[in-house]
């Protein structure tokens, strides 16, 4: 998963030690409020470690771009065709 996000951002993506980042966060709240860290930031300090960074790979960034690139012309198509009612929207924010 990593090696997708490196790619399709087209950074590198830290891979932290702790996989459960949501417990861990959660434990380092509780530790700034029970006074052993004075804030979150001196508390990821000194609790967050990385085991690995994923380097993109070049070519396949610029596949995802170029992927990209034809989703937003697809996406622009579609959006066309419904505000010309040939088609419904499959979705709607509240209110719309």
Same mark, same amino acid.
């Given at each position: 998963?990593? %090696?997708?996000?490196?790619? @399709? &951002?087209?950074?590198?993506?830290? @891979?932290?030690? @702790?996989? $459960?980042?949501?417990? /861990? *966060?959660?434990?380092?709240?509780?530790?700034? =409020?029970?006074?052993?860290?004075?804030?979150?930031?001196?508390?990821?300090?000194?609790?967050? =470690?990385?085991?690995?960074?994923? %380097?993109?790979?070049?070519?396949?960034?610029? &596949?995802? #771009? $170029?992927?990209? $690139?034809? +989703? #937003?012309?697809?996406?622009?198509?579609? !959006?066309?065709?419904? $505000?010309? =009612? /040939? !088609?419904?929207?499959? +979705?709607?924010?509240? *209110?719309?």
């Amino acid at each position: 998963m990593a %090696q997708i996000i490196a790619d @399709v &951002l087209g950074i590198p993506v830290k @891979v932290p030690r @702790v996989k $459960e980042s949501t417990a /861990l *966060g959660a434990a380092m709240l509780a530790g700034v =409020g029970a006074g052993l860290y004075s804030d979150i930031q001196s508390a990821a300090r000194q609790v967050v =470690g990385f085991e690995t960074t994923i %380097q993109p790979n070049p070519s396949t960034h610029c &596949l995802y #771009l $170029e992927l990209y $690139e034809s +989703w #937003l012309r697809v996406y622009a198509a579609q !959006l066309g065709l419904v $505000e010309n =009612g /040939l !088609l419904k929207p499959l +979705w709607r924010a509240a *209110g719309t």
